[in-house]
């Protein structure tokens, strides 16, 4: 397995606990444990002791580090595959949907979070790692076609 198919399996399970963590957030009513503030948590840097705001404020140092891993992904893959592989496509797309996503959490906090609002950002989350995992497959399948090919098996 290559080093870069590693890293995308582990930003995949990122962003699968960062989905996770969201969805906690929301269903806990916790969206609002930072206030309508971003990417302050009630005025400061550090969130104060509650669960809410605790909670709130981990889901949003997740998202940021799990973004941050998915564009570093990305980077990996058009640099070792390409920018023409279909899976640096996909990761191509997954990063500028995560930038919407980004930005669609941003409102969602301004605006006192609307259910609208929401669902659609739990909807996008859910793009943007059904893209991740397409890449993955995509990926896989390249390299088992180039390990059949270097053991001289013929298949295609």
Do not use: D
Not at 32 to 47: F, I, K, M, R, V
């Amino acid at each position: 397995m290559r080093k870069h198919f590693i890293l995308l399996v582990i930003t995949i399970i990122s962003l699968f606990m960062l989905i996770v963590i969201g969805a906690y957030v929301a269903a806990a009513n916790f969206g609002e444990g930072c206030g309508p503030e971003w990417p302050t948590c009630n005025g400061g840097l550090l969130p104060q002791p509650t669960l809410e705001a605790v909670t709130e404020y981990l889901h949003r140092i997740f998202a940021a580090l799990s973004a941050l891993l998915l564009f570093i992904t990305t980077a990996v893959f058009i640099r070792v595959l390409g920018i023409g592989s279909f899976s640096s496509r996909l990761l191509v797309l997954a990063s500028l949907v995560m930038v919407l996503e980004i930005l669609l959490g941003a409102i969602v906090v301004f605006n006192t979070i609307p259910p609208e609002l929401v669902a659609l950002h739990q909807g996008i989350a859910l793009v943007v790692y059904a893209l991740i995992v397409g890449a993955a497959f995509s990926s896989y399948r390249n390299e088992t076609k180039i390990q059949v090919k270097e053991e001289g098996h013929g298949f295609s």
